[in-house]
Structure formats: C-alpha cells, structure tokens
C-alpha cells in the first residue's frame, strides 16, 4: 500500500551541486507531477507527464529536468542548484479515470 | 484560465467553533474543485472533491464545501473544530480541459489553529 513514494525525505546541496529527487508510484497511474511549495505561494506545478515517455513544463520549470522512461517513476533533477531553489517539493499521480491526486510526502531541499 | 484565491492565510478558531475557509476561483467553463489537507511535515491529502453532481459535498473528518457558481466560491467549512484539525488547506481548481495536461491550480493556503 505504498502509493507515492519521494526519496530523499531531507537534502542539502551546495551551490552548483546537481542531485536528482525520485518519485515513484505503484498505482499504475498515468499522470504524475512535480510541484514546489514555499510559504505563501502554495505548490506551483514544475513539470508534469501524462504517461511514459511523455513531459511537459508547468508553470516554473526552469532549473529543472525530468524523463519518464516508465509508468512508475518520474525522476526530478536539479542540475545546478541555486538558493532560490531552497522548498519543500512534492510529487504527485492520478489515473485519468479519478480527479484525485496522491501527494507523497515530500522532499525538503535546502541550497546554500 | 484558471485560479484560486484563498482569503485569509491564517485562521484561528476555538474548539468546538465553527470552522470557515474560502475559496473562490475563477475559471473558463465548470471546474471541478478540491479542497486538500496537509499535516506538518506530511504530503497533502483529499478531503473533498466537487466534479460536478451535487453542490453540498461531504468529506473526511466532517468537513463539508459547498459549491456556489454564483459566488465562484467553495467555502470549507466544519460545524464543531477539533484539535486534530489544526492543520494547512488548500483549495485546488482543475477545468476539464485546462492547460498542463489538465493539472490542478493551487490556492496559496490557510492555516488553521484550533486554540483549546
């Protein structure tokens, strides 16, 4: 019953340092997302994928990579990191017959 | 295009109080709307979901929203506040045919303090 499953749940990188934060979901969904939340912003979509193979950018996607080379991972990578890529980072998945969204819980990032 | 606009992002009530939090949106055709509720430290998780049938919807943990196109709004509201029921809420809007793949849009979120 694991669901949406984010690893690292803490992280720490220097300026520069890239580093890759894994999402995987063991729902068979087809829809999974990345957002970012920061105080007062609420979480702001940073790439999505309708199935594997298949991304797109949302709305602050740049400083950031992904693939979906699979239904059940969507890894999100940070090639360069920046402090102002200091938040906590979600991903989520849905299937397309449901209007709902798993979250998992969370990445809490921190640049300096 | 679609938005959320949650008013308020701090609300304290006393236990037992009633709990009230807005939400209005604005969106191009009928949304389906959402309200989701995250514990310190946890992911978001679903309270209730509107997609179209009826207007009052039930949730977990005795919430209710009531969608209003009138008003563009989806209030939360609870008769009787808990101490578990401090947490943060965001209200979330998804058009059927919206842009980013049919993505969700997220309110800025309210954090609710229940004071004993």
């Known amino acids: 019953n694991a669901g949406v499953t984010q690893t690292p749940k803490f992280q720490v990188l220097k300026t520069g340092q890239s580093m890759t934060l894994q999402c995987a979901q063991d729902?068979?969904?087809?829809?999974m997302s990345w957002y970012r939340q920061d105080p007062g912003m609420g979480l702001r979509l940073i790439h999505y994928s309708v199935g594997a193979g298949i991304t797109d950018q949302g709305e602050v996607p740049n400083g950031y990579n992904v693939s979906r080379s699979t239904t059940e991972d969507f890894p999100l990578r940070l090639l360069s990191a920046a402090p102002s890529q200091t938040s906590v980072y979600f991903c989520?998945?849905?299937?397309?017959?449901?209007?709902?969204?798993?979250f998992g819980a969370g990445t809490r990032l921190s640049v300096l | 295009a679609q938005s959320v606009t949650q008013l308020g992002s701090h609300v304290s009530v006393s236990e037992g109080a009633l709990v009230l939090l807005r939400c209005n949106y604005s969106s191009s055709v009928p949304p389906y709307l959402f309200w989701y509720v995250q514990y310190p430290n946890q992911g978001l998780q679903l309270l209730l979901k509107y997609t179209s049938a009826a207007t009052l919807v039930k949730g977990i943990n005795g919430f209710e929203a009531e969608f209003k196109k009138s008003e563009t709004s989806f209030h939360l509201t609870k008769p009787s506040a808990h101490m578990s029921d401090a947490a943060e809420y965001f209200c979330?809007?998804?058009?059927?045919?919206?842009?980013?793949?049919?993505?969700?849009?997220f309110g800025t979120g309210t954090s609710l303090t229940v004071i004993p």
């Open positions: 729902m068979n969904h087809e829809y």
């Open positions: 989520a998945s849905r299937g397309t017959a449901k209007n709902i969204q798993y």
């Open positions: 979330a809007v998804r058009a059927p045919a919206s842009n980013y793949g049919n993505q969700f849009y």
